[in-house]
């Protein structure tokens, strides 16, 4: 079956570390995005890419890194620097970029700074 | 001003009435309006996406966009226990058409 694919389910981290989410997708979309969720709040954008070997920055990118060098793959690195990490992430993908299409999300890893 | 702004609830009805959440946006310029379902500590699952003024149906759900007034709606009828989660509401704005998420509203269907 085609979807999204996140791991871990569950991260916990120490302060001062940096870990990496994976997100694997199957569904031969063009554009993938990582979000944010904190508890009580909406989805807030941290980066997307629209093509392989291109991302951008999204309202929320400091402490956070991303490549794309796969058009199956987006694995997001939360660095040291960024100060709040334990949220839920999500990652999503779309067959094209724009927000007229759909978002296909993952089943979200939860981060938590210990 | 919040881009997309949502009464965050909770909102409890009892079941098999009719749920009404409510969405506002301040981009004039947004073009495409959707709603996501999403249950406690799940991912969001979309329900309804709306591209033009008026009213879409599907099923027990119906969104309704108004441009005019930047306000999108989701009514549940007949609402099940199973409606109860937190429904998000997502904008695109003219920004390279980033989706733009509202808070979301927790909803409660009450036996």
């Known amino acids: 079956d085609g979807g999204i694919t996140q791991s871990p389910k569950y991260l916990f981290r120490k302060e001062g570390q940096n870990v990496t989410l994976s997100c694997e997708q199957n569904?031969?979309?063009?554009?993938m995005y990582w979000y944010r969720q904190d508890p009580g709040q909406g989805l807030r954008l941290i980066y997307y890419?629209?093509?392989?070997?291109?991302?951008q920055k999204g309202d929320i990118a400091e402490g956070y890194s991303v490549s794309r060098e796969k058009k199956e793959s987006f694995p997001l690195t939360v660095t040291s620097a960024q100060k709040n990490p334990t949220a839920f992430y999500l990652c999503?993908?779309?067959?094209?970029?724009?927000?007229?299409?759909?978002?296909?999300f993952g089943a979200g890893s939860r981060l938590t700074v210990l | 001003q919040k881009e997309v702004e949502q009464n965050s609830g909770p909102l409890s009805v009892p079941e098999g009435a009719i749920a009404s959440l409510n969405c506002t946006y301040s981009?004039?310029?947004?073009?495409?309006f959707f709603w996501y379902r999403q249950y406690s500590g799940k991912s969001p699952e979309l329900i309804m996406s709306?591209?033009?003024?008026g009213d879409k149906e599907d099923g027990r759900f119906t969104a309704q966009l108004n441009k005019a007034s930047q306000y999108v709606s989701l009514l549940i009828r007949d609402s099940q226990p199973s409606d109860s989660a937190t429904y998000l509401c997502?904008?695109?704005?003219?920004?390279?058409?980033?989706?733009?998420f509202g808070q979301g509203t927790e909803l409660s269907v009450k036996p």
């Open positions: 999503a993908s779309s067959i094209q970029p724009g927000g007229t299409n759909v978002l296909t």
């Open positions: 569904l031969n979309h063009d554009a």
């Open positions: 890419s629209q093509i392989v070997n291109d991302f």
């Open positions: 981009d004039r310029g947004s073009q495409s």
């Open positions: 709306i591209y033009s003024n």
């Open positions: 997502a904008v695109t704005n003219n920004q390279g058409g980033k989706l733009i």
